[in-house]
Nanobody, 127 residues
Framework: QVQLVESGGGLVQAGGSLRLSCAES?????????MGWFRQAPGKERQFVAT???????YYADSVKGRFTISTDNAKNTVYLQMNSLKPEDTAVYYC????????????????????WGQGTQVTVSS
């Protein structure tokens, strides 16, 4: 089974940066999966942030375009979310997710599109 372990969350001031990491600990290669980042604020539903496909196509939520970057390092079985120009509204628990390669061509932006999830890491942005 795919096992995802997140790190890199913390407390930062508005305008600051963080890089989240999500390591795959079972030995499976990320090249066989689409990877995604989601976030969930208190009292809110889990929302899409970014995704990168097995073809390295990337797509972002409008709220983070131009500020966040998703990338992978397949040699390290790690997916990253570089977050710049952070805002208080970015405060949430951030989750990484994985979906095995399929023949679909649509962008995977829904929680139900993914099969495996990390434990989440807290990101808090102060004003």
């Amino acid at each position: 089974q795919v096992q995802l372990v997140e790190s890199g969350g913390g407390l930062v001031q508005a305008g600051g940066s963080l890089r989240l990491s999500c390591a795959e600990s079972s030995g499976r290669t990320f090249s066989s999966y689409a990877m995604g980042w989601f976030r969930q604020a208190p009292g809110k539903e889990r929302q899409f942030v970014a995704t990168i496909s097995w073809t390295e196509y990337t797509y972002y939520a409008d709220s983070v375009k131009g500020r966040f970057t998703i990338s992978t390092d397949n040699a390290k079985n790690t997916v990253y979310l570089q977050m710049n120009s952070l805002k208080p509204e970015d405060t949430a628990v951030y989750y990484c997710a994985a979906r095995p390669r399929t023949g679909v061509t649509r962008v995977l932006t829904g929680v139900s599109d993914y099969d495996y999830w990390g434990q989440g890491t807290q990101v808090t942005v102060s004003s």
